[in-house]
């Protein structure tokens, strides 16, 4: 920065209770040197502080740092230091589509119930084993292997209504993160789209067969998998169901953790919060403005339009029919 003689500051969260004042101080040096505040470090520090600049109306950039950096690999953001400031240094802001739930932001994903459960098993494998791919993957093993639960949830988009069981509800606004699973649905993000991934409760060896197939591209095929877009979606999360046997017994026993109108675990961007249901999933209405190194555009080239911000209308809606679920017309 010194040598492209470059103003800067670094400010350093070294303390998780001064994580929210030092990004708030970041974004308020930008704002006051007319500036950009650049988050480094994985996809949760960069929806921190991408949160805060957006509510700032303050330009935004990233060196990606962490395990996945699905972010910075969509938008082309290299992991190597020097080339992703590089890029930093040259590039210039392009408005990037968010997902809101609720009041809080996400840039990547955001998804209840199993997928919470993987993402704190991974927390804790890797706070022993290390920050790799690898033992990522291996945690995500070992928690498909453990207790099975599955959510009772109620979806409602556009007037529809549908009555949803599932493992896993998963909304998606990273389009490299759903093409490596192989959904249909990234062709539509960055267009005023999400995505939502609807998991049918199935056995252990089931789900470890959707990540097999996950893992090669091929998630779509499942027959335990739906797929489909929309602009907002509300979902009311009814309770949360305790293995995959016994759920009439459960039910007459109450067993049921009640979850409604009370808060539910939800997963964003890789960090787990607590959100007071109903959820409300939805494109966000202002843009992201991130510095990054714009494309050579090519005539009739989607994903550079995609890159450079431009939308279309959504063309996905909620099915009439989803695993595990009931349609209830209204």
């Known amino acids: 920065m010194r040598r492209a003689g470059r103003k800067h500051r670094v400010f350093v969260l070294d303390d998780a209770g001064s994580i929210e004042s030092t990004i708030q101080n970041a974004v308020d040096a930008a ?3 007319a500036g950009a505040v650049v988050a480094v470090g994985g996809d949760g520090t960069i929806n921190a502080v991408a949160s805060a600049a957006l509510a700032a109306n303050c330009l935004f950039g990233a060196l990606p740092r962490g395990t996945f950096n699905y972010f910075g690999r969509t938008h082309g953001i290299p992991e190597e230091i020097d080339a992703a400031l590089g890029d ?14 609720n009041d809080r932001v996400f840039l990547v994903n955001a998804s209840v119930g199993l997928y919470p459960e993987l993402l704190e098993d991974r927390e804790q494998f890797k706070q022993r084993y290390g920050r790799s791919r690898l033992v990522a993957l291996w945690s995500a093993v070992v928690t498909a292997c453990g207790p099975l639960r599955h959510l009772d949830m109620v979806l409602e988009e556009g007037g529809k209504r549908v009555d949803l069981r599932a493992a896993t509800l998963f909304v998606g606004n990273n389009r490299l993160q759903l093409e490596q699973v192989g959904m249909p649905q990234a062709a539509l993000l960055n267009k005023q789209t999400l995505a939502a991934i609807a998991v049918k409760p199935v056995s252990t060896l089931a789900l470890l067969g959707l990540g097999a197939r996950g893992a090669v591209g091929k998630l779509a095929d499942a027959e335990n998998v739906t797929g489909f877009c929309f602009h907002s979606l509300t979902v009311t999360p009814l309770g949360l169901w305790r293995g995959m046997r016994g759920a009439r ?69 909620l099915p009439e029919g989803l695993p595990g679920s009931q349609a209830d017309a209204q």
């Open 31 to 33: 704002r006051n040197e």
């Open 249 to 317: 017994r459960a039910r007459k026993a109450a067993g049921q953790e009640k979850v409604r109108g009370g808060r539910v675990k939800v997963a964003i961007d890789g960090e787990i919060v607590w959100l007071r249901a109903p959820l409300n999933f939805r494109v966000g209405e202002a843009a992201l403005p991130l510095i990054k190194r714009r494309p050579e555009a090519k005539p009739d080239d989607p994903a550079a339009a995609s890159a450079a911000g431009e939308c279309e209308p959504a063309t996905g809606s």
């Open 88 to 101: 930093l240094l040259s590039g210039s802001p392009v408005p990037v589509q968010v997902g809101w739930v």
